[in-house]
């Protein structure tokens, strides 16, 4: 696909991409253990726990950890404060983009609004020009998410299709949900429709697991209700709440209309996990609507089995995610 000659004349920035470390920093167990934990907090709407271990992580100096340090004290406090801004600018000046974007965005932050927006070292179109120079280094040597980052950043959905076609899944996923939103040409809403199961197939099969209930909402319309039932249990493997939520609750049902197998004991145990989401989304409203109903048909028996199943599962599975967008507001 050709890409619009215009995107690709910006200035090198030769000096600031040469000084960019593009790996992770180097960090002890301890470090390494906090990043993971801060991370999976935030990836569960867990901001305000998610603070304290990622500033251990960020000690470290990687960049990674510092991005989501920057977010999980923006989106605490619901604006850029200076201790924000002090991690995103320490991970930007290690190559991360994300972190160059979101300075690149300050105006559209609401310290803005209030005028109080802390001062930086750089400019935020200064930030967004370096961000560009080095997303397109990165997306030159054939780097996928570069190459989404850059349609983020220019909104041309050129760099969007290419960022798809070269096996990102989450620009799969977005680009799916773009033409359900209407955009894009096609002579026959046929051809739409098969464009949009082609690219949230591709990206379900990617691993990505919004994509995968996406094609399971497909699925349905297309009245396949074994692949619904599929995507739908690939999605709580996946670990994704609303996957876990919906299949749960699935095997729940006596008789169910969509011919899920009925398992009150597993599906005692995957709602029971979704408890511990307390204080991250509203998940925890409707599994106290939903597990009352299974277990009151249950014996004690099948109870303690569900919570011994619950322990298992949990050990088997990764933590339970929201998956947000990683440049969401």
């Not at 990674?64 to 406090?77: H, Q, S, T, V």
């Not at 204080?279 to 106290?288: A, E, K, S």
């Not at 249950?298 to 599962?313: F, N």
């Amino acid at each position: 696909m050709k890409i619009k000659s215009s995107l690709v004349r910006i200035p090198f920035f030769a000096v600031f991409l040469l000084t960019c470390v593009s790996a992770h920093a180097e960090l002890t167990s301890q470090q390494l253990e906090a990043k993971r934990k801060g991370i999976e907090l935030y990836n569960q709407y867990k901001a305000i726990s998610a603070i304290e271990p990622l500033k251990i992580a960020a000690e470290g100096g990687d960049d990674e950890a510092l991005y989501y340090l920057g977010e999980a004290l923006r989106k605490n406090n619901r604006f850029m404060t200076p201790e924000a801004k002090k991690a995103y600018e320490s991970s930007a000046k290690k190559g991360n983009i994300y972190s160059m974007i979101r300075l690149g965005r300050i105006e559209d932050d609401l310290c803005s609004t209030m005028k109080s927006c802390p001062p930086g070292e750089d400019s935020p179109s200064s930030w967004v020009i370096k961000a560009k120079s080095l997303a397109i280094q990165r997306a030159t040597q054939g780097d996928s998410e570069s190459m989404y980052l850059l349609y983020e950043m220019t909104g041309n959905d050129d760099w969007l299709e290419k960022s798809a076609e070269n096996g990102f899944a989450f620009a799969q996923f977005r680009l799916a949900t773009k033409y359900q939103e209407g955009s894009g040409s096609f002579l026959l809403p046929s051809r739409r429709n098969q464009a949009i199961e082609r690219w949230m197939k591709a990206s379900a099969e990617n691993g990505y697991p919004l994509a995968m209930m996406g094609l399971a909402a497909i699925m349905i319309e297309k009245k396949d209700l074994a692949s619904f039932r599929n995507w739908n249990e690939k999605a709580a493997d996946s670990s994704y709440v609303e996957g876990v939520f919906g299949y749960a609750s699935y095997i729940g049902e006596e008789n169910s209309k969509y011919g899920f197998a009925f398992d009150p004991i597993k599906s005692y145990a995957l709602l029971s996990n979704l408890l511990e989401l307390n204080g991250g989304g509203n998940v925890v409203r409707d599994v106290n609507d939903t597990l009352p109903d299974i277990e009151k048909n249950m014996s004690k028996e099948q109870i303690e089995k569900a919570k011994e199943l619950a322990k298992t599962w949990k050990a088997n599975h990764p933590p339970l995610s929201f998956f947000p967008d990683k440049l969401g507001y």
